[in-house]
């Protein structure tokens, strides 16, 4: 293994490709989407006659009109105030449905993506950054698209068309009313300027002080045990205090901007005010006209200050979908860092098969089955520059065959496991699985790789089981359960439908080994690659799941790198080794009688197990106290 | 004869046993704590005024327009017009510095409610007696985030409606010095108003945390996938998973849409009511205007007051639903605040606090001659001493023995007097506190945490070429870049087996006289086990490891086996 590799962060997308996307995801929901913004139109247009007729109410008053003409006045008011909830109500139905179809499409998309990105390339960015996108940033988006997207529309409509509605009592008016844009051009641009670094450096705190919380409530134990109690607390405490800093940075530039705003409503007004004096006492307009054009002023304030307001949200939300729309760019057939080549495969695969077989997912080599033969051909592979993790091993594993790796940390064993399971792609040579080369047979059923991470989906035992073969049945899940010794789940009070994880029953790591083995049945592979790390007493019988790896490797090659040595006695073949390269290999028996590193490994673990005799270690110092034999009872 | 289930009992038990009661510290109500602990009461009472006056400056523009309209423009006083623009200014001015004052007081003091509420939670959740009823992570991570930002919204509550009422009274004594009825009628109608909006906003809470909640689920399905890739790649579930997602993503947006939908008849609702009530008001002014009850000025006050008015009291339909959250929210945080302690000890409630760093401990305390740890549990069948230097074994009956046993060695759950003696001192007369400064007994699953190789050291010196040695470390320090080397979430850039290593090197490397293990090598390699097993032999503090492994068992120089009950006597080795 090599020093810390520098994350390579998934892709963000362009403005350019951003929009791009965006238009390629509302083809098909245009005409909702036109429909909508003609009905939204249509209700904020309608909205604009209310300071209108009110004009006209004080025009009819100061004209002494007839009390019947105010009456009239008042219902056209009632009549513009249904229609503009009437059209504002089918406008926000119809776009509603628009954006979070869109929406929904998006984050689909992007989740399918990711899941299906290689193992390597996802981990290689960092479990943050993909965790993130497909929470925070689909999160982002989504509430912009709810919230803050329809507020933005709606206000900006109002802002439009109250100009124009000024615009029509008097363009002098509108001009006036126009002295409040330049202020808020300048504030805003300030605001948006200054806040980006702030609102990013917030972020970037808030989710370091979430980390700090959560990595002490999870680990509080560890924290009790040793006694850093007041470390732990003073870094969630220092975290908060940075994120409180930042916090009012980021209110000192907010409510700054609000003055700039605040500025420009009083300009504004008293332009309108101003110049609505010349004109009423140049008989221009009306007392009427003059205050509408006011009241017009007056009301748009609150959608002013939300238009404004909501840029920096809008904008958060903007970069969230360029990240989003980065990786939906992905696309699932992406292919792999090594050139396609590998279709051909150079070992035809023999032409029997004895078991009949589902027809593979996912095209294979060849139409004829291929068997579960491993091949292993001068294989290299690196995690970057530096030492090779494995260097050179050649090895054939017959079909049916049960192979034990063995080898001490960072011998190579667990990455010779993945490049077997296709996970990783050697940097030189050729793994291939039934004639298959790594890169065709990251989607292929043909094997199935159990790895160190025991993860139980938060989903029911059934949901589960199914990842790994969705149209199992219930007798299926049952059969697989009992042919791994899972026993555990016809206890459970509601079965297969007992939730799992986090808010459900929580397995220990062992009792999830089990669960992961009978996937592994149900999806009924030719080649097992297990790399389980589960040694004696990590949280399951040993005696158990050494049978439950047996039934799970029965009748496929096996490959299983060995945590437990009685993992090893089982195995056909026993393969030793030592920097990325084979230091030994043979049976049992015959790598006993080579006396190397093996057999002295046997030798120490054979002498402690129960029931064989006791050897004493050959440096065993002058005894401590001891202890007395303890008489039962 | 105490039967082993009984060490999970609940504290009533300690309490017979002890006379130290473990009941709760007296708590401060969490709601108060907010808006008045560390002297933010205050400095929450300036804010909450700067807040009215702005809403007051807010609700004199449209009076102000009123006025203008009645001296200046009506009448074609420039003086009048030159004075009345001024005093606009002066009202700009005041409600642009108010808010200000108040914005920027309240971020400041919302945010250190929310840290000390944090911090509080914190401490019980750390507290070394521990809490007595068993949350799991997720509740408790809830009510340190979650519940505690809530609760710490109270002093915006508290603001933002002192500000909603400094609206509606100044808006009605405009109103009822203009005309007492219009005014009544004003207040009447918005009171209506208010009262119909209440209504109809009620099952838009409902709908809203439906959705919160569908998407939340959607985020979560997302998230769990992505971190369990590795199994799904390694069964080829990577399209079922997908199916799994586009489900809840689905159910996210029916939820988003239904809250949408509630949203918008809401919106209708109110709007409707508003252009009914501005339709009336304008008709009943207005024929007081023609009657000339009232000037055109004030007909415009009162226009633009109650246009004002339908603005400012936009989000009173949800003050109470927000109540009862944020109510909600503190009973939660007072339920865990509250809590009774999980085993008795004579430590004080800030304890997590107090605690003297490490190498303040007396270390040479206990009877002299008496063994470093020495274990006498009948209902084992194990009477053990584990002295300096010495390696024990104990070999548990199956993998939730192990942490049975691992939780009475760390005094997490209560045990008997004489159970556990250190240097000849009872466990129960030191408390947990002192007994964890001498015995370091780390859980099977020991964490790692954010940061380099050094830091989670936990401030030890660096591990001496020993501790590197007897932990095969070596690998972990190539693969991470050295000590400065981060390890990622939660230790996520190691291997569960270079995670166990790094978590043993920790514990060796600590300056504890006893160091207690939980089968600490379960995901490493025979090959690396081996090696630790004479590492551990080597080291100098008494250590006692609870283990299954023959290989670790091999480099044990005593081995003892916890039979519950049937008491086998240890073997020497």
């Avoid at chain 2, 009123?66 to 017009?81: H, N, Y």
């Avoid at chain 2, 470093?372 to 009477?383: C, F, H, K, Q, T």
Wanted: proline residues 5%; aromatic residues 4%.
């Amino acid at each position: 293994m090599t020093g810390s590799p520098t994350p390579q962060r998934f892709p963000v997308a362009t403005t350019g490709q951003t929009w791009r996307a965006l238009a390629a995801l509302t083809r098909g929901r245009r005409g909702r989407g036109v429909l909508a913004i003609i009905l939204l139109l249509g209700g904020s247009g309608s909205a604009l006659f209310v300071p209108r007729l009110l004009g006209v109410g004080v025009d009819q008053v100061a004209t002494g009109r007839p009390w019947t003409d105010l009456a009239g006045t008042a219902g056209l008011l009632f009549g513009v105030g249904v229609a503009t909830a009437a059209l504002g109500y089918l406008g926000g139905t119809v776009l509603v449905r628009v954006i979070q179809d869109v929406i929904a499409d998006l984050r689909e998309d992007v989740v399918a993506v990711v899941l299906d990105q290689p193992v390597s390339r996802a981990e290689a960015a960092g479990s943050s950054d993909v965790v993130s996108r497909v929470t925070r940033d689909v999160e982002a988006v989504t509430e912009a698209a709810d919230g803050v997207l329809p507020a933005v529309v709606g206000a900006a409509f109002t802002i439009l068309l109250s100009v124009a509605g000024i615009a029509v009592i008097d363009p002098r008016l509108a001009l006036a009313a126009g002295l409040a844009v330049p202020f808020q051009w300048y504030g805003t641009r300030r605001f948006v300027r200054a806040s980006r670094a702030v609102y990013t450096a917030l972020r970037v705190a808030e989710a370091e002080r979430g980390q700090a919380i959560i990595e002490t409530v999870a680990g509080a134990e560890t924290v009790r045990a040793h006694g850093v109690e007041r470390e732990r607390l003073a870094q969630v405490h220092e975290r908060g205090l940075v994120a409180i800093d930042l916090g009012v940075t980021a209110a000192r530039l907010r409510t700054r901007f609000f003055g700039w705003l605040n500025l420009a409503e009083f300009v504004g007004l008293t332009g309108i005010i101003v110049v609505g004096f010349q004109l009423v006492d140049h008989r221009v307009v009306t007392v009427g006209a003059a205050t509408a054009a006011a009241l017009y002023f007056h009301r748009l304030f609150a959608p002013i200050g939300e238009l404004l307001t909501s840029l920096d949200d809008l904008q958060r939300a903007g970069v969230g979908l360029a990240r989003l729309v980065g990786v939906a760019g992905l696309r699932p057939n992406t292919p792999s860092p090594v050139d396609p080549a590998g279709i051909e495969a150079p070992c035809p695969p023999p032409p029997h098969t004895e078991r009949a077989r589902t027809a593979p997912r996912h095209g294979e080599a060849f139409g004829a089955e291929p068997d579960g033969t491993v091949r292993l051909r001068d294989v290299q592979f690196s995690y970057g520059p530096g030492r090779r993790a494995v260097d050179g091993v050649g090895l054939q594993i017959a079909d049916g065959e049960l192979v034990a790796l063995v080898g001490a940390s960072g011998s190579g064993k667990s990455t010779l496991a993945r490049l077997i399971s296709g996970e990783l792609i050697p940097d030189g040579g050729e793994v291939l699985v039934g004639g298959a080369r790594a890169v065709d047979r990251r989607r292929s059923p043909i094997v199935a790789l159990v790895t160190q991470e025991v993860h139980v989906f938060e989903a029911s035992v059934a949901d589960n089981l199914r990842l790994g073969a969705p149209d199992a049945s219930e007798a299926q899940l049952w059969a697989a359960l009992r042919a791994v010794h899972a026993d555990f789940v016809s206890d459970l009070p509601d079965g297969l439908d007992t939730l799992l994880g986090a808010h459900g029953l929580d397995l220990d790591a062992g009792t999830a080994q089990h669960l992961a083995l009978a996937r592994v049945v149900l999806m009924d592979p030719r080649v097992v690659v297990l790399d389980e790390a589960t040694a004696e007493g990590g949280g399951a019988d040993p005696e158990l799941l050494t049978r439950a790896m047996a039934a799970a490797t029965a009748g496929r090659t096996g490959v299983v790198v060995a945590h437990r040595l009685s993992q090893a006695r089982s195995a056909d073949r026993v393969v030793v080794l030592r920097d990325g390269a084979l230091a030994e290999t043979g049976s049992h028996e015959e790598l006993m009688a080579m006396r190397g590193e093996y057999a002295r490994l046997w030798a120490a673990w054979s002498s402690a197990r129960p029931g064989c005799p006791r050897a004493r270690h050959p440096d065993d110092r002058a005894a401590g106290p001891r202890a007395r034999p303890r008489v039962p009872g | 004869m105490r039967s082993s289930d009984s060490v999970a009992a609940p504290a009533a038990e300690a309490r017979a046993v002890r006379s130290a009661p473990s009941a709760p510290e007296p708590v401060v109500a969490p709601m108060r704590r907010a808006l008045t602990g560390s002297g933010r009461g205050p400095r929450l009472a300036l804010a909450t005024l700067a807040a009215i006056g702005h809403e007051a400056g807010e609700a004199g523009v449209p009076i102000l327009i009123g006025v203008i309209v009645d001296r200046a423009i009506v009448t074609g006083d420039p003086g009048q017009l030159l004075l009345w623009v001024g005093v606009l200014a002066v009202d700009f001015l005041i409600l642009s510095f108010t808010y200000r004052w108040s914005a920027r007081m309240m971020v400041t003091i919302y945010g250190h409610a929310e840290n000390d509420l944090r911090n509080v939670t914190l401490q019980r959740v750390l507290h070394p007696r521990g809490l007595r009823t068993r949350r799991s992570v997720g509740d408790l991570l809830s009510v340190t985030t979650s519940d505690t930002y809530r609760v710490a919204g109270v002093s915006w509550s508290v603001v933002q409606q002192a500000a909603t009422a400094t609206a509606i009274v100044v808006a009605a004594l405009a109103l009822l010095r203009i005309s007492p009825g219009l005014g009544l009628a004003v207040l009447g109608g918005t009171a209506v108003v208010l009262l119909a909006m209440h209504a109809v906003s009620r099952p838009l809470e409902a709908r809203g945390l439906a959705e919160q909640r569908a998407a939340g689920r959607a985020s979560a399905v997302a998230a769990d996938l992505v971190a369990g890739l590795r199994v799904l790649h390694g069964i080829r579930g990577q399209e079922a998973a997908a199916r799994r997602y586009r489900v809840a993503s689905a159910d996210a947006r029916s939820g988003a849409v239904r809250a949408a939908l509630a949203m918008l008849r809401y919106t209708g609702a109110s709007s409707l009511l508003a252009a009914g009530f501005l339709a009336l008001l304008t008709l009943g002014a207005g024929s007081l205007a023609l009657r000339g009850r009232i000037t055109i000025g004030e007909l415009v006050t009162v226009v633009g007051l109650a246009q004002y008015l339908q603005g400012a009291l936009g989000h009173v339909g949800t003050f109470a639903a927000n109540w009862m959250h944020k109510r909600a929210s503190a009973r939660r945080l007072l339920e865990v605040l509250g809590d009774h302690h999980a085993v008795p000890g004579p430590e004080a409630a800030s304890e997590a606090q107090d605690r003297p760093v490490a190498g303040d401990e007396p270390t040479a305390v206990g009877r002299a001659g008496a063994p470093a740890l020495r274990l006498d549990w009948p209902d084992e069948g194990i009477d053990v001493e584990v002295g300096p230097g010495e390696l024990v074994g104990l070999v548990p009956a199956g993998p939730a023995h192990a942490r049975r046993l691992a939780d009475r060695l760390a005094l997490r759950v209560p045990g008997g007097p004489g159970e556990i003696r250190v240097s000849g001192e009872d466990a129960l007369d030191l408390g947990p506190r002192a007994y964890r400064g001498r015995v370091l007994a780390v859980p099977h699953d020991a964490r790692l945490f954010s940061g380099t190789l050094a830091e989670n050291l936990f401030g030890a010196p660096l591990a001496t070429p020993a501790v590197i040695a007897a932990t095969a470390l070596e690998d972990v320090l190539v693969h991470a870049g050295g000590w400065d080397g981060p390890v990622g979430e939660a230790g996520r850039r190691l291997s569960g087996g270079q995670r166990q290593r790094l978590a043993l090197a920790r514990s060796l490397a600590s300056d504890a006289q006893v160091i207690v293990l939980d089968e600490p090598v379960s995901a490493v390699d025979p090959a690396t086990e081996l090696r630790i097993a004479t590492g551990l032999r080597e080291h100098p503090a008494a250590v006692l490891v609870i283990t299954g492994s023959p290989l670790l068992l091999s480099g044990c120089h005593r081995v003892v086996h916890a039979n519950r009950g049937s008491g086998s006597p240890e073997v020497d080795r």
